[in-house]
């Protein structure tokens, strides 16, 4: 017996399976308590091509293989815990449609470079934070406080606001080859954190935390290869950031 | 299961289900995170030198591009090309100071821009301190032997030598 209601379910559902089409994820796994080798594993779905990478790596987890580890949270751009380099370019998995990465080939899926791997896509944040935190990322003031809050033009306003958009996904210090070579380099998304309040009209520790970033491995380690720039999912101008501390340093000193 | 071994022989890594290795008595070992400043980490290597010495590639590259452009349309275009060099040609050109100014500029700046970017390749590429110390050691008495020897040669230049 088939009412309208069924007809329309199943010639949609007809239609949804047409849609499908047959990826293969080549994901790096690596797990410390059962090898100390990393190797690529290969999974085939049927999936939407509007869909995201991160819902593949969910159907995987959920469907094949549940021992796969990433991390995600808001799955939504704005978080930064899906960092993950995908076909060989930092993405956010959160943000990355598959019809948009030539999914008739295979798509591989690998932690982010130049962080210890703890397992399959997670890696250990601490060194990257570590930078985050040695330059100070937070309002610094002296005297009373005011009663009201901190006025600001726009245009002061202006000056910092790309490098606001920030939200701490490694993709661009992880994707940096002074980075992978050399961990005690500040790495691009700690100078960009700087810059955001170094050209902060409130803020007053500008010229403490240009003397961070003045540091053997602050921006002069900077070799403008613009690898930063293109892996920010935010579309953050980084290089530029960084240039701009570099020109903050020198027509402050001379 | 291959992978389980007794905790004894592992103590770092407990099995993923069955008996618990660490407890209230028996701590998991602390970890120290990288990157923390302890009493062994270096002490800060702020100061100007690599500010001066971005500066220096910058201003230097800007000079060197006329000096050495200059250079090699004087020695290999004009006047009849490469044909013309000899010991005569050196010797004329040697006589005037501005020349003399020219060369000399040209080889302090050469070999400090490319001693000082030869510098920045080692720190990127070199690892392990002591193979940045012996490179960095080869790269400075290569560049101060070259610069001395060829300070040298253009103030005592004799033309009349035989």
């Given at each position: 017996m088939a009412t309208p209601t069924m007809d329309k379910l199943e010639a949609l559902e007809a239609d949804n399976g047409s849609h499908?089409?047959?990826?293969?994820?080549?994901?790096?796994?690596?797990?410390?308590?059962?090898?100390?080798?990393?190797?690529?594993?290969?999974?085939?779905?049927?999936?939407?091509?509007?869909?995201?990478?991160?819902?593949a790596l969910h159907k995987i987890k959920w469907e094949l293989d549940g021992s796969l580890t990433f991390r995600r949270s808001c799955a939504h751009g704005i978080c930064g815990s899906?960092?993950?380099?995908?076909?060989?370019?930092?993405?956010?998995?959160?943000?990355?449609?598959?019809?948009?990465?030539?999914?008739?080939?295979?798509?591989?899926?690998e932690a982010i470079k130049g962080l210890t791997v703890l397992k399959d896509l997670v890696v250990d944040m601490d060194p990257f934070f570590q930078a985050y935190r040695d330059v100070m990322p937070f309002l610094v003031t002296t005297?009373?406080?005011?009663?009201?809050?901190?006025?600001?033009?726009?245009?002061?306003?202006?000056?910092?606001?790309?490098?606001?958009?920030?939200?701490?996904?490694?993709?661009?210090?992880?994707s940096c080859p002074v980075f992978w070579n050399d961990g005690q380099y500040f790495g691009p998304a700690a100078i960009v954190n700087a810059h955001r309040f170094i050209f902060d009209s409130r803020d007053e520790a500008g010229e403490q935390r240009l003397e961070i970033l003045n540091d053997k491995d602050g921006v002069w380690r900077c070799r403008t290869t613009f690898n930063c720039t293109d892996a920010?999912?935010?579309?953050?101008?980084?290089?530029?950031?960084?240039?701009?501390?570099?020109?903050?340093?020198i027509t402050r000193r001379y | 299961m291959s992978a389980d071994t007794t905790p004894a022989k592992t103590p770092g890594v407990g099995?993923?289900?069955?008996?618990?290795?660490?407890?209230?008595?028996?701590?998991?070992?602390?970890?120290?995170a990288p990157r923390k400043r302890t009493s062994k980490t270096p002490r800060s290597t702020r100061g100007n030198f690599e500010m001066a010495a971005w500066l220096f590639m910058r201003l230097s590259g800007v000079v060197l591009v006329v000096l050495v452009l200059g250079h090699l349309l004087i020695q290999l275009v004009l006047d009849g090309g490469v044909s013309k060099i000899g010991f005569a040609f050196v010797a004329g050109r040697w006589a005037s100071p501005f020349w003399q100014g020219w060369d000399l500029l040209m080889l302090w700046l050469a070999m400090l821009h490319g001693a000082n970017g030869l510098r920045t390749v080692i720190n990127d590429y070199a690892e392990r301190p002591n193979t940045r110390l012996w490179l960095k050691g080869l790269l400075y008495t290569a560049t101060v032997f070259t610069i001395l020897l060829g300070t040298l040669v253009i103030f005592t230049f004799d033309p009349n030598i035989r």
């Open positions: 499908l089409i047959t990826v293969t994820f080549r994901i790096r796994r690596f797990n410390p308590e059962v090898s100390a080798d990393a190797v690529w594993e290969d999974f085939q779905l049927d999936i939407d091509p509007k869909e995201r990478v991160l819902d899906d960092a993950m380099r995908i076909n060989g370019r930092n993405r956010l998995a959160c943000k990355t449609l598959i019809k948009d990465i030539s999914p008739e080939k295979p798509i591989t899926v005297g009373n406080e005011p009663t009201r809050e901190r006025l600001q033009s726009a245009e002061d306003r202006e000056r910092f606001d790309d490098t606001t958009k920030c939200i701490l996904c490694a993709a661009c210090t992880s920010c999912p935010r579309g953050i101008e980084v290089t530029k950031a960084i240039q701009e501390v570099k020109r903050a340093l | 099995p993923v289900e069955g008996v618990a290795v660490y407890d209230v008595d028996h701590p998991a070992p602390f970890i120290e």
